[in-house]
């Protein structure tokens, strides 16, 4: 149980494009879905925080304007990369959480994407 | 602030030695979790291990074994007799209590482990 999936898996696309991510919960209904960053040889960092229904939350520093998200289920939610540079260019992971495994994230295997 | 810190970036070792990840944290909450990621070279990350910060039983499983020191801020990660199949970056977290509830996870820079066969 407790499986997370992300479509696409990989992505390339040209500079001025826009992407979107999904992220599925598989056979759970998740409380609250996190974004991930992690460019090569660094660590996971929170972009955001999305609950059903409600707006996302954003780490500072993040713009919100440029990465936006969509929690439109309690299965499923987006990452919309707006405008993409190849500085976006990176690995994006999502995770999802439910209040009864005391909160623990499940993470999604990761969305490549390249901007060319 | 809470903060996690793993000072090794990366340890390279020969096939069946024992090998040992750091993991030092900073926590202002009295109730915590601590966890234990690997991320193989495909990136998907594989939960290894929770811990509450009322348990400071060690753990084991199989190969792997975890010492949890509160008074040193300290959660270490042991491979015995480490395979090639180990080789991976191995990441440290601990999570963050926020006012709505949930739970914020925050990562260490991580520790790259190469083994050698």
């Known amino acids: 149980g407790a499986v997370v999936s992300q479509h696409p898996s990989w992505v390339i696309c040209k500079s001025g494009t826009s992407v979107k991510i999904e992220c599925r919960s598989l056979?759970?209904?998740?409380?609250?879905m996190f974004w991930y960053r992690q460019f090569p040889k660094q660590s996971l960092m929170l972009m955001a925080t999305?609950?059903?229904?409600?707006?996302?939350?954003?780490e500072q520093g993040v713009e919100k304007d440029k990465f936006l998200i969509n929690h439109a289920s309690l299965t499923l939610s987006t990452l919309t990369v707006t405008s993409a540079h190849p500085e976006d260019s990176s690995f994006y992971i999502c995770s999802a959480s439910v209040t009864r495994y005391h909160n623990e994230q499940f993470f999604g295997p990761g969305t490549r994407l390249t901007v060319l | 602030a809470q903060k996690v810190t793993q000072a090794q970036t990366e340890i390279s070792v020969v096939e069946k030695e024992d090998v040992t990840l750091d993991c030092v944290y900073e926590t202002r909450d009295t109730t915590y979790y601590l966890f234990w990621y690997k991320q193989p070279p495909s990136g998907e990350l594989v939960f290894l291990i929770r811990?509450?910060?009322?348990?400071?039983q060690n753990e084991i499983s199989g190969r792997y074994s975890w010492n949890f020191q509160k008074s040193t801020s300290s959660f270490n990660f042991t491979i015995t007799a480490s395979q090639v199949v180990d080789s991976a970056v191995y990441f440290c977290?601990?999570?963050?209590?926020?006012?709505?509830?949930?739970?914020?996870?925050?990562f260490g820079s991580g520790t790259r482990l190469l083994v050698r066969p």
């Open positions: 977290a601990l999570s963050e209590a926020r006012m709505d509830s949930s739970y914020k996870l925050i």
């Open positions: 811990r509450n910060s009322f348990d400071e």
């Open positions: 999305s609950n059903e229904g409600s707006k996302a939350t954003y």
């Open positions: 056979d759970f209904q998740a409380t609250t």
